[in-house]
């Protein structure tokens, strides 16, 4: 399964930016498509995550400025980011968990490759 992030760059504080990510390969389903972000020297955090029924978590962080969305076919996400601040800086990631689909069956866990928002103040 692979996890192409698209968006992201540099804003400035107060501004807004949207990240996209769509799954790709032998999927029979996905349970859960989600944010994850690092800042440098810092571990990877969640960021907000959301789930095949449509149920939303979010990082208290960004609770309230941030929104992710998936679409009709459960399979892309996409992750609004308002009122970005300085502290928003970071790498961000694409995660999904789910099944493959036929010939191999199985439990994934896959990452995207990072995509870079940068928020000058």
């Known amino acids: 399964v692979q996890l192409q992030a698209s968006g992201g760059g540099l804003v400035q504080a107060g501004g807004s930016l949207s990240l996209s990510c769509a799954a790709s390969g032998r999927i029979s389903k996905i349970n859960v498509m989600g944010w994850y972000r690092r800042v440098p020297g810092g571990q990877r955090d969640l960021v907000a995550t959301i789930s095949r029924g449509g149920t939303a978590t979010y990082a208290d962080s960004v609770s309230g400025r941030f929104t992710i969305s998936q679409d009709s076919t459960k399979k892309a996400v996409s992750l609004q980011m308002n009122s970005l601040k300085p502290e928003d800086t970071a790498v961000y990631y694409c995660?999904?968990?789910?099944?493959?689909?036929?010939?191999?069956?199985?439990?994934?866990?896959?990452w995207g490759q990072g995509t870079l928002v940068t928020v000058s103040s």
């Open positions: 995660r999904a968990e789910g099944v493959t689909g036929l010939p191999s069956i199985h439990n994934f866990r896959s």
